[in-house]
T-cell receptor
Framework: KQEVTQIPAALSVPEGENLVLNCSFT??????LQWFRQDPGKGLTSLLL?????REQTSGRLNASLDKSSGRSTLYIAASQPGDSATYLC??????????FGAGTQVVVTP | GAVVSQHPSWVICKSGTSVKIECRSL??????MFWYRQFPKQSLMLMAT?????????EQGVEKDKFLINHASLTLSTLTVTSAHPEDSSFYIC?????????????FGPGTRLTVL
């Protein structure tokens, strides 16, 4: 059974620092991997989607890498801002269309 | 883009009553939708896969008679929590599968917060 782990569980950084969020998964047979942001009491906002054949995706200050063979993905957020404070979820999609989510990393960016 | 809506966004009900939550794909057709549940400070857990025109597939440990799923059209799936109890209080999120040119992508609804008194 696929297991997705996110480290660290919580992270607090001063504004301007770069954020590095880690995600690992046990089964490399994934269809894609997706990073989401979730604000308290809200739904999910998709940040980046990486197909299984891709190594990375970039959008603005966000960059996500994928190493399927080692079962790892990393989300980098450059020059963090207080508005980046949220919980970041990593999810892997299998060929049946089912997502397995990690527990998330709670990020606080202090002004 | 692809938009998925949920209704209601929040609901409070008495123990023993039934609650229906709707999930709609607004600008695309979705033959497959998914229902997730999220307890406070926990991640999303898949409850069931909803397929248009056929029975839903439930994950292990999810009671199909308690969580009734109906996917009667290509844009609407409903989740009915029957005889709700306080332990069913949770955040319910749906997603819909959209077929793109070379891959499929899921789009998530904004969620429904259910509180059972």
């Amino acid at each position: 059974k696929q297991e997705v782990t996110q480290i660290p569980a919580a992270l607090s950084v001063p504004e301007g620092e770069n954020l590095v969020l880690n995600c690992s998964f046990t089964d490399s047979a994934i269809y894609n991997l997706q990073w989401f942001r979730q604000d308290p009491g809200k739904g999910l906002t998709s940040l980046l989607l990486i197909q299984s054949s891709q190594r990375e995706q970039t959008s603005g200050r966000l960059n996500a890498s994928l190493d399927k063979s080692s079962g790892r993905s990393t989300l980098y957020i450059a020059a963090s801002q207080p508005g980046d404070s949220a919980t970041y979820l990593c999810a892997v999609l299998d060929s049946w269309g089912k997502f397995q989510f990690g527990a998330g990393t709670q990020v606080v960016v202090t002004p | 883009g692809a938009v998925v809506s949920q209704h209601p966004s929040w609901v409070i009900c008495k123990s023993g009553t039934s609650v229906k939550i709707e999930c709609r794909s607004l600008d695309f057709q979705a033959t497959t939708m998914f229902w997730y549940r999220q307890f406070p400070k926990q991640s999303l857990m898949l409850m069931a896969t909803s397929n248009e025109g056929s029975k839903a597939t439930y994950e292990q440990g999810v009671e199909k008679d308690k969580f009734l799923i109906n996917h009667a059209s290509l844009t609407l799936s409903t989740l009915t929590v029957t005889s709700a109890h306080p332990e069913d209080s949770s955040f319910y999120i749906c997603s819909a599968y959209k077929n793109r040119d070379s891959y499929n992508e899921q789009f998530f609804g904004p969620g429904t917060r259910l509180t059972v008194l």
